[in-house]
C-alpha cells in the first residue's frame, strides 16, 4: 500500500487516479458529511455550485430533502442548514437526502470522484476510515485536503496525518515502505506534534480563525475531537455518499 498525502484538489498528478481516494475538508464539509449519515441521513449529495444544488434538489419532495449551503463559512440565504455537523441531528436529518454545496469540501470530492474507492474523512470518523482502508489494502490511497480556496490549511493536513499514522501503526511497516510523497511525511510529522493539542492547533489556522470570527466555537471542539462517529461515508454513485453498510 502506498500512500499520499495532497494539500489540495489542485496539488493532485493530472490525469491520475488512485484506488481509494479520501476527501478530507475538517472544517468542516466532512465532518458534517459524516454526523448527517451517523444521524440517519439517507444520503449526501455533493455539488461545487449551488444552481446545480438546487435544480437537482428541486426533484425531490421537500419533506425528503435538505439543502446546506455554505461560502466563506456563513450559511447560503435559501437553504435549509450552513455547514455545522452539530445541527445534523436526528431529528432533523433522519430519512432525507442532505443536498450540499460548500467552499472548499464539495470541490475535492468533485475531483476524486471517478476513483474505485471514494470515501469522505474527518477527525471525528478517522478510526472508522483507518479501518475500512486496512480491510480493502487498496494499492494507493490519496489523501485529498481541500484546503481553502486552493491554499494549504492545517486542519486537512493534520487530519491525512492522523490517518496515515494509525494506519502505518497498524501495519506494522517502516513509513519509508508507504510514503508515496513528501507531503505524506510532512502530514504525520504535524499529527505526531499536535496529536494532543489539536484544539490549539485548529485555533491557530486561518480558517479556525475565521470560525472564530462566527463564533463557531462548539464546531471548532466538535471538528477538533477524532474517533467520535462510527461512520464510513462511500461514495455509491457519481456526487452521491451513504453510510457503508456493516
Avoid at 458534517?32 to 455550485?49: P, V
Avoid at 460548500?102 to 469522505?120: C, E, F, H, S, Y
Avoid at 519509508?176 to 505524506?184: C, F, I, K, S, W
Avoid at 490549539?200 to 462517529?229: I, M, N
Amino acid at each position: 500500500m502506498k500512500l499520499y498525502t495532497y494539500h489540495t484538489p489542485e496539488r493532485t498528478p493530472a490525469n491520475e487516479l488512485p484506488v481509494c481516494a479520501i476527501a478530507i475538508d475538517v472544517l468542516r464539509a466532512t465532518s458534517t458529511i459524516s454526523a448527517a449519515l451517523n444521524s440517519g441521513a439517507e444520503a449526501i449529495q455533493a455539488f461545487s455550485d449551488m444552481d446545480t444544488l438546487m435544480k437537482v434538489s428541486d426533484k425531490w419532495a421537500p419533506e425528503l430533502r435538505l439543502r446546506g449551503g455554505e461560502r466563506g463559512g456563513a450559511k447560503v440565504a435559501g437553504c435549509d442548514l450552513g455547514n455545522s455537523p452539530l445541527d445534523c441531528t436526528p431529528e432533523v436529518v433522519k430519512g432525507k437526502r442532505l443536498f450540499i454545496s460548500t467552499t472548499n469540501g464539495t470541490r475535492t470530492l468533485q475531483r476524486v470522484q471517478d476513483a474505485k474507492i471514494v470515501l469522505a474523512a474527518a477527525l471525528v470518523n478517522r478510526q472508522a476510515i483507518v479501518d475500512y482502508v486496512l480491510s480493502q489494502e487498496p494499492e494507493t490511497v490519496w489523501m485529498v485536503g481541500s484546503g481553502w480556496e486552493g491554499d494549504y490549511s492545517l486542519e486537512d493536513t493534520v487530519c491525512a496525518g492522523a490517518i496515515a499514522d494509525s494506519i502505518i501503526t497498524k501495519l506494522g511497516v517502516p513509513l519509508a515502505e508507504v510514503a508515496g510523497n513528501d507531503e505524506l511525511v510532512g502530514s504525520i510529522a504535524l499529527y505526531r506534534q499536535w496529536k494532543d493539542n489539536l484544539l490549539d492547533l485548529f485555533y491557530l489556522a486561518s480558517h479556525g480563525q475565521r470560525l472564530v470570527r462566527l463564533e463557531c466555537f462548539a464546531d471548532l471542539k466538535f471538528c477538533a475531537t477524532p474517533d467520535t462517529l462510527n461512520i464510513v461515508p462511500i461514495q455509491t454513485s457519481v456526487g452521491v455518499l451513504q453510510a457503508l453498510s456493516h
